[in-house]
Nanobody
Framework: QVQVEESGGGSVQAGGSLRLSCTAP????????MGWFRQAPGKEREAVSC????????YYTDSVKGRFTVSRDNAKVTVYLQMNSLKPEDTARYFC??????????????????WGPGTQVTVSS
């Protein structure tokens, strides 16, 4: 397994935007379904947004629909999460990893990747 590296977090005010990035040294995500997760203090890690390896299937948890967009670059070595109209309830540590995805579901299924340290997103009101 290869540990992923997340970046792009920070502190913003409500309504602001951030773009998170996920890479894995020496590993191409081209053949892997990838997703973003978040974990707030005292809460379980939840799937936020996922994309199939073809890009044809995406998943968004209800609370981020219309505000977050997942994407991957042409070389498929980076996965992004564009977060707009951020809310205080989006405050969490964000992680990326390999997933299983279908219509209406996404869950972690890490075969080639392992959890990285995550990147902190803090949204103030």
């Amino acid at each position: 397994q290869v540990q992923v590296e997340e970046s792009g977090g920070g502190s913003v005010q409500a309504g602001g935007s951030l773009r998170l990035s996920c890479t894995a040294p020496g590993l191409s995500f081209a053949d892997y379904n990838m997703g973003w997760f978040r974990q707030a203090p005292g809460k379980e890690r939840e799937a936020v947004s996922c994309m199939s390896w073809t890009g044809e299937t995406t998943y968004y948890t209800d609370s981020v629909k219309g505000r977050f967009t997942v994407s991957r670059d042409n070389a498929k070595v980076t996965v992004y999460l564009q977060m707009n109209s951020l809310k205080p309830e989006d405050t969490a540590r964000y992680f990326c990893g390999q997933v299983a995805i279908g219509h209406g579901y996404c869950y972690a299924s890490q075969v080639r990747t392992s959890w990285g340290p995550g990147t902190q997103v803090t949204v103030s009101s």
